[in-house]
């Protein structure tokens, strides 16, 4: 009989290829120390307890030698050096071992990029905190290896109309319509994992909030797990600025819970119709570095925080050896030329499972880069270009198609914004508005203060030109 089971169990081996496990660790701060809460351009937000906590989910993927894990963090970003801190902590670092990261980019957990401070300036992150994060991560990681199981999948493209869900603050009006997601079943049938893809700044808790929450993310992995297995949220293309639509007067945490469970529905019944099934899906991780000019000047300003963990370069791409606080002072002094403006290194990264392919870019993109929309399509009932902007878009200069979107060359694309860093805003350079040299000033009226959150106008083009070289790879 033994022999039998076995000879049955050599032969599922052989059927099956991809193995995977999945979980999650708690990455709540501990509140006996000052935490300080990122997001919504305010500082000083000390947090004054836990609503919910927040989680580092985890899905470890095995096809042959090539492993991949892929991590969402309950967490606005993380920067390059923070990133690679985690891989080495979890020995995720040769070419058969990779590890993809992706926040959020809730707005209600603690500093980990350096702007969100006691005081407008000054860092609130807290590095025994990072140190946590990065070795909670990798004791996960190791604990999955152990559980891995054959898998197989299912995925759908879905779709979700977003009125009353996410609104865009931005003009033009291009809103993401996509709900891509995944599901791992073991060989029994049951859920393993899920992953669910959607565009959405996390914050309808609100900038009030005071205490820590994971917002609609949360709420929405919740919804899923209770059907089985664990949730991985990826945010997508939020930037111009897609936020999570709120009724007046309502509670933020019940508005985040009505989103949340919406969009996991919505996700859970694309699954049910899906399409795209593979029984034996295969893996594959490929990256680029690239390198972006820190052109914004309050940016230069705060080069320490964002130099943190990571070289940074001159134009012809040689390790710069003056510190990052001496290159401020000389910017500040106005005796930083244009051409000495430092480079920095990031990456965009492509992950294939099955007829799954997730883009990974290093920021918060607009998804008119991603999807287009620039005819109107994609503005769900609102005028592309508001009446009231002081200074609209030129429209005419927008780039034309093929889109993003429309290159990656599978059934089932994803984009994970906020992806193995954090570079903030990668703003269309046609609508770069505010003027990089002194402040971000002068900036026209309307709402351009995605300008002031983003490396300049040349990191849409760089980040871009990468991506398309990546989906056009072969595998
Ligand atoms: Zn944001």
């Known amino acids: 009989m033994a022999v039998i089971a076995s000879l049955l169990l ?6 099956w290829g991809l193995d995977a496990a999945a979980g999650k ?16 351009g305010a500082a000083g937000r000390r947090a004054l307890g836990v609503h919910d906590p927040l989680y580092a989910r985890l899905l470890m993927m095995r096809e042959g030698s090539r492993t991949v894990a892929l991590v969402g963090v309950d967490l606005l970003g993380l920067g390059r050096g923070e990133v690679e801190a985690v891989r080495e902590a979890s020995g995720f670092k040769g070419a058969g071992r990779r590890l993809f990261l992706a926040a959020t980019h809730v707005h209600s957990g603690p500093d980990t ?7 407008p300036g000054v860092s609130g992150v807290d590095p025994s905190y990072l140190k946590m994060l990065a070795e909670r991560i990798a004791a996960g990681l190791a604990r999955l290896e152990a559980r891995l199981e054959p898998v197989s999948l299912e995925a759908c493209l879905g779709r979700l109309e977003p009125r009353g869900l996410c609104a865009d603050l931005r003009d033009p009006a291009v809103l993401d319509p996509g709900l891509p997601a995944l599901r791992l079943r073991d060989r029994s049938g049951r859920p393993l994992a899920t992953v669910v893809n959607w565009s959405c700044h996390p914050e309808a808790s609100g900038r009030g909030n005071r205490l820590i929450t994971a917002d609609y993310p949360g709420e929405l992995c919740a919804e899923v797990e209770r059907g089985g297995g664990e949730c991985l949220f990826l945010n997508g293309a939020i930037g111009g600025l897609l936020t ?14 009505r989103i949340g469970r919406a969009v996991a529905r919505a996700a859970l019944r694309g699954l049910a119709g899906s399409t795209a099934k593979d029984p034996r899906p295969a893996l594959g ?14 940016y230069l300003v705060f080069l320490r925080q964002l130099a943190n963990g990571r070289a940074l370069y001159d134009a012809q791409g040689r390790v710069l050896a003056e510190p990052a606080w001496r290159i401020s002072l000389r910017h500040s002094l106005g005796r930083l030329e244009p051409g000495q403006r430092p480079w920095v290194e990031s ?18 993109i607009f998804p008119e880069l991603v999807i287009g929309g620039y005819d109107g399509r994609l503005s769900f009932g609102r005028p592309l270009v508001k009446a009231s902007n002081p200074a609209p878009p030129q429209l005419s200069r927008a780039p034309g198609p093929p889109y993003l979107a429309g290159l990656f060359g599978k059934p089932v694309p994803m984009l994970a914004g906020q992806a193995n860093d954090e570079l903030g805003y990668i703003v269309p350079e046609y609508d770069f508005k505010a003027s990089p040299r ?22 849409a083009r760089i980040v871009l030109g990468a991506a398309r070289s990546l989906l056009a790879a072969p595998r």
């Open 10 to 15: 050599g032969l599922g081996a052989a059927v």
């Open 25 to 40: 660790v708690d990455i709540t701060p501990d509140m006996s120390r000052p935490v300080y809460l990122a997001g919504f």
């Open 347 to 364: 990456e965009v990264s492509v992950v294939d499972i099955g007829p799954v392919r997730l883009l990974g870019v290093p920021g918060e």
């Open 244 to 257: 999570a639509q709120t009724g007046p007067g309502r509670d933020g945490f019940s508005e985040a819970r």
């Open 438 to 459: 002194l402040l971000m000033r002068p900036r026209p009226e309307g709402d351009h203060y995605e300008e002031t959150n983003s490396l300049g106008p040349s990191a």
């Open 113 to 119: 990029v350096g702007l969100w401070g006691p005081l």
């Open 285 to 298: 991780f490929r990256s680029r570095g690239i390198k972006v000019p820190v052109e914004n000047s309050l």
